[in-house]
């Protein structure tokens, strides 16, 4: 099975940044994509962006295009989630997950951290 753990949650004013980490264990990224998700309280589930182990590729969606980058540490086998120019409108707890490239299902999940973006 693989376990994901997220780390780098914390409380930032508006216009800062914050850079969350996303590390798996028991397996490597090989094979898989990785997403970012968030969930405001009473609020569905918001997909944020996904990067490709392989090649790196990424896609965001459009309320964090340019403000936010994801990035792949070889290295390291974690997946970072840069948020730049934070919003009160990006407070959420943030999730990342994984897939494998043969699926369209996200089927692992983290436990997930809170971002507070205070005005």
């Known amino acids: 099975q693989v376990q994901l753990v997220e780390s780098g949650g914390g409380s930032v004013q508006a216009g800062g940044s914050l850079r969350l980490s996303c590390a798996a264990s028991g397996r490597t990224f090989s094979g898989y994509a990785v997403g970012w998700f968030r969930q405001a309280p009473g609020k569905e589930r918001e997909f944020v962006g996904a990067?490709?182990?392989?090649?790196?590729?990424?896609y965001y969606a459009d309320s964090v295009k340019g403000r936010f980058t994801i990035s792949r540490d070889v290295a390291k086998n974690t997946v970072a989630l840069q948020m730049n120019s934070l919003k009160p409108e990006d407070t959420a707890l943030y999730y990342c997950?994984?897939?494998?490239?043969?699926?369209?299902?996200?089927?692992?999940w983290g436990q997930g951290t809170q971002i507070t973006v205070s005005s």
């Open positions: 990067l490709s182990w392989s090649g790196g590729s990424t």
């Open positions: 997950a994984a897939r494998r490239l043969t699926t369209n299902e996200w089927e692992y």
